[in-house]
């Protein structure tokens, strides 16, 4: 399953509180198109940001050490979102600092399910479009 994944910055702020619901309320979008929204966070953020079980379809897994932010290369003032598909290819990535608005620069609902129906469309090998694409497209392919 394609995943989109957001790291908020330690010490994660309402904003980032706020781009976690957003994720909810893409979930179903995302899973249409068989993508899984997922939060990676410290373990004193994952609370402020509604702890796990509390927003349905969305993933919150705890990064207690911070050893994924550090394999990622995450300054702990940045937020981050990937969009990778199934193989895990990454197709977008935005990083930003932390600011007044910050949340503001980051993927929107629309967009995050726009670039996943596009991800989840292709083969990696031959462009083919998915079994999933096929049955909700009126296109005929035969």
């Keep these: 399953m394609a995943s989109v994944v957001f790291v908020p910055h330690q010490d994660c702020c309402q904003g980032c509180a706020d781009y976690v619901a957003l994720l909810a309320t893409a979930a179903d979008g995302l899973r249409d198109w068989a993508t899984r929204p997922m939060v ?4 004193r953020d994952t609370a402020g940001l509604g702890g796990a079980g509390e927003l349905p379809g969305v993933v919150m ?3 207690e050490a911070g050893a994924v932010r550090a ?19 990454v197709y977008a990535v935005e990083s930003v600092k932390v600011t007044a608005d910050h949340q503001a620069v980051l993927p929107t609902a629309e967009n995050l399910v726009a670039l996943a129906k596009f991800v989840d469309i292709q083969c990696p090998e031959c462009g083919i ?10 296109f005929p392919l035969g």
Excluded: C, H
């Excluded at 990676?40 to 373990?43: E, R, S």
């Excluded at 394999?71 to 290819?89: C, K, M, S, T, Y």
């Excluded at 479009?129 to 009126?138: I, Q």
């Design 40 to 43: 990676i966070a410290g373990a």
């Design 61 to 63: 897994l705890v990064d």
């Design 71 to 89: 394999r990622l290369g995450v300054d702990e003032d940045q937020a981050l979102v990937v969009q990778a598909d199934r193989w895990g290819a």
């Design 129 to 138: 479009p998915s079994k999933e694409w096929l049955g909700s497209s009126a």
